[in-house]
Nanobody, 121 residues
Framework: QVQLVESGGGLVQAGGSLRLSCAAS????????MGWFRQAPGKEREFVST????????YYADSAMNRFTISRDNAQSMIYLTMNNLKPEDTAVYYC??????????????WGQGTQVTVSS
């Protein structure tokens, strides 16, 4: 089992920045790809970004491209999502997940509880 705990969410004005963190514990998460997903009220969970186990390969949803950066520190068992130029439509609960290097939620085996990001206009 891999336990994941997100932090760093909050309220920010449009154009601002936030850095989300995800702390992993339990079974080593190094072999797993890590992903960030988000879910807005009344909407389905959607892919944001994913990073390979070694950090060498990353993918982003079109909505996150050129604004968000995913990174990981395997020595510290941490995953990060740095979000710049935030927009009101980025408002959602953000989840980190461990699993297969994919943009498909069902390919991830472990999920955190989520952290709320609210962007005001």
């Amino acid at each position: 089992q891999v336990q994941l705990v997100e932090s760093g969410g909050g309220l920010v004005q449009a154009g601002g920045s936030l850095r989300l963190s995800c702390a992993a514990s339990g079974r080593t998460f190094t072999p797993y790809a890590m992903g960030w997903f988000r879910q807005a009220p009344g909407k389905e969970r959607e892919f944001v970004s994913t990073i390979s186990w070694d950090g060498n390969t990353t993918y982003y949803a079109d909505s996150a491209m050129n604004r968000f950066t995913i990174s990981r520190d395997n020595a510290q068992s941490m995953i990060y999502l740095t979000m710049n130029n935030l927009k009101p439509e980025d408002t959602a609960v953000y989840y980190c997940a461990a699993g297969f290097h994919s943009d498909y939620a069902d390919d991830y085996d472990y999920w955190g509880q989520g952290t709320q990001v609210t962007v005001s206009s």
